[in-house]
């Protein structure tokens, strides 16, 4: 039987995971309703089959999966509007919202509903999240199940839910991490002579070469760094001179205070 899946809170994460799992066949746009409050930003997706309604708890009766996307302070209205139609026997609640633990999402919905957390980052609106995901409770199956939901839109690790602070520093924040960094290099091209526009290619271009690399060599960046750096050459002047102002210690240090920060935030959205 194929499953039904509502996600409530159509926004883009929610709307990029809808085109992802069309895109792949794991799903067929008319067995995936897409809520929003107004639904007048939905008529593209209505148009190419997805069915919309601004009416939560009708989504959730009609679904077997429900996706929570909506923002964090609207999280609690939400529940309490669809808390009575939840049955524990039949859905899967998968949580997307920032900071919202497994365990304050069952204390509105019953302690025998299986909940999983899952955060992509915006690179899922290309198809190349890096999304974590984690549960306390959830079935080996509907793990498995959200796991190849999230692969339709990138790649996904399965980690314990007290990491996911730590994940949100590293793939979250990380996405403007390696883009400051990109934006650096392009500069630097810039210096050396390069109109801006051809330095951000070339940045860009040699940024995903080197993510390329690793994800299909399966190597270590060390060893591709052997690779490129030769006795007395240019490539390990620049690194060293890198390395000399703190280039790797600054970045570390940047994903410790995210870290830090994040995990603040969540204490305070509760």
Do not use: W
């Amino acid at each position: 039987m194929t499953k039904k899946i509502a996600i409530i809170g159509s926004g883009n994460i929610g709307l990029s995971l809808a085109k992802g799992l069309v895109k792949a066949n794991f799903a067929q746009a008319a067995d995936i309703t897409l809520t929003r409050r107004n639904i007048d930003h939905l008529k593209s997706y209505a148009e190419a089959g997805f069915k919309v309604s601004n009416n939560n708890k009708q989504a959730v009766v009609d679904a077997d999966v429900v996706i929570l996307a909506v923002l964090p302070q609207q999280l609690n209205t939400v529940l309490d509007e669809i808390q009575s139609s939840i049955a524990p026997a039949k859905h899967l609640v998968i949580s997307v919202i920032s900071g919202v633990s497994c365990a304050a999402v069952k204390e509105k919905l019953g302690a025998d509903v299986e909940v999983i957390r899952v955060m992509p980052n915006t690179a899922i609106a290309i198809g190349q999240s890096m999304t974590c995901m984690a549960s306390d409770n959830a079935s080996v199956e509907n793990i498995a199940n959200v796991t190849r939901m999230f692969e339709t839109v990138g790649s996904v690790v399965k980690i314990n839910e007290d990491l996911m602070t730590s994940a949100t520093a590293l793939c979250a924040c990380g996405i403007a991490f390696f883009l400051r960094a990109i934006r650096a290099a392009s500069q630097g091209g810039v210096e050396i002579g390069f109109h801006a526009d051809e330095a951000l290619k070339m940045a860009v271009q040699t940024a995903k070469g080197a993510a390329d690399l690793l994800l299909l060599h399966g190597t270590h960046p060390e060893s591709e760094i052997d690779k490129v750096t030769s006795p007395k050459g240019c490539t390990i002047a620049g690194l060293n001179e890198m390395e000399h102002n703190g280039f790797s210690s600054s970045l570390i240090k940047g994903i410790k205070l995210s870290a830090l920060k994040a995990g603040n935030l969540y204490t305070k959205e509760g």
